[in-house]
Every structure is written in C-alpha cells, then in structure tokens.
C-alpha cells in the first residue's frame, strides 16, 4: 500500500494568514491526490480532486500543487471557518490511502 | 439533493458482528459507486472497501477475511457486516459516494464502540 506521510500534524495560525500543508507519498502517485477537509463536528468534504482542482463550491482561497511523490494544500488567507483538520488522499494505486491529517488551529 | 446517512448500533460487544446501513438519496447505485471509511477516535481515516456501481466489491485486505459489503438498489442501501470485532474496531463509520474522483459526498457517520 502507498503511505502518505502529512506534515505538520498540528499548524496553528492566525486570520489571515498564508498556510500550507504538505503531503508526500511512498512512490510517486501521477497527481492522483485528493484533499479533504473535516470540521470539529466531524462532517468530512472535498476541497481538491487530481493535486490543483477545486471542487464545486470551494473557495478560491484554496489550492493544491505538487506532483510525483510531493503536494501541498495552500489557504491563501485564512477565515474563520477553515479551522478544521485535513486529509490528503492518494487513488492512484488500489487501495486508496489517506494521511494521517493536519490539524489547523487558532493561534 | 444528494444524502447519505448511516444507521447502526452504538455499541457491540466483543467478538460479535457489527452491520451498518447507508442509506442513500439524490443518486442512484447503479451510477455511483458507496465505500466505507473509518476513523477511530482521535485518529484518521481509513479505506475499508466499496460497493462498485456495477455491483462487484472490493476490500482492504486489512479486513478482507471478516468483511463483507451488499447493497440492495430497490432500497438506495448499501451494507456493512464485519465480524470478530475487537476493541480497536471502535470508530466512527462512514460511508462516502464516489464517481471518479474524489469522494464527492460523505455522510455523517456513526459510532461503534466495542465493548468487552
């Protein structure tokens, strides 16, 4: 199974701010890398399909990058409502894997 | 619009069977394909397998020998039935629809605990 390694697990930060979260995979996925995103009442969403496309719905202030075994997740400026934790996702290689997610905090 | 709820116990013993509903609407099964997640407390998600659009499954082999998955389309339901539980199967269970990428649509999940 390909691991996905997240860091940092936990990011404090303030409104505002430029945040990003990285992701990195055990072997190189071919930009098959999926965000999500869980609020603290636990309901999970996507943000990003295939490493840079935003959902239907999502805010313009996210992104995604990356490709071969690196991605990251930026939040350009940082609302009230993106405290949450976050997951990437690999599907390129059967079964699909997630890492171990990063949580956002307050500062 | 597009719902998925899961229904289940909230607490099984140990070394019995837990058996989830996901209870769907706004799609059909034949279209899109249900996989369950878990997610102990505190921890993060794990893949456990899924009910393809064309009826076929497929599991983690984590759980592949005590893990099975049905559906029955009439009732929009696809099921959950894992036996031998243990303590370490306490989680919160979700179940998610998928297309092509990514799971586009999550329920809330429910949550298991395991009970000696």
């Known amino acids: 199974d390909i691991q996905m390694t997240q860091s940092p697990s936990s990011l404090p930060a303030s409104l505002g701010e430029r945040v990003t979260i990285s992701c990195r995979a055990s072997q190189g996925i071919s930009n098959n890398l999926n965000w999500y995103q869980q609020k603290p009442d636990g309901t999970i969403k996507p943000l990003i399909y295939?490493?840079?496309n935003l959902q239907s719905g999502v805010p313009s202030r996210f992104s995604g990058s990356g490709s071969g075994t690196d991605y990251s997740l930026t939040i350009s400026s940082l609302e009230p409502e993106d405290f949450a934790i976050y997951y990437c996702q690999q599907d390129a290689s059967f079964p699909p894997t997630f890492g171990g997610g990063t949580k956002l905090e307050l500062k | 619009q597009v719902q998925l709820k899961e229904t289940g116990p909230d607490l099984v013993q140990l070394t019995q069977t837990l058996s989830i509903t996901c209870t769907v609407s706004?799609?059909?099964?034949?279209?899109?394909?249900i996989h369950w997640v878990r997610q102990p407390p505190g921890k993060g998600l794990e893949w456990m397998g899924a009910?393809?659009?064309?009826?076929?499954?497929d599991y983690n082999s984590a759980f592949k020998s005590r893990l099975i998955i049905s559906r029955d389309t009439s009732k929009s339901q696809v099921f959950l039935k894992m036996n031998s539980l243990q303590t370490d199967d306490t989680a919160k269970y979700f179940c998610?629809?998928?297309?092509?990428?990514?799971?586009?649509?999550w329920g809330q999940g429910v949550m298991v605990t395991v009970s000696s």
């Open positions: 998610a629809r998928h297309y092509y990428s990514p799971f586009d649509y």
């Open positions: 706004g799609f059909s099964l034949t279209t899109y394909s």
């Open positions: 295939y490493t840079s």
């Open positions: 009910m393809w659009n064309g009826g076929g499954t």
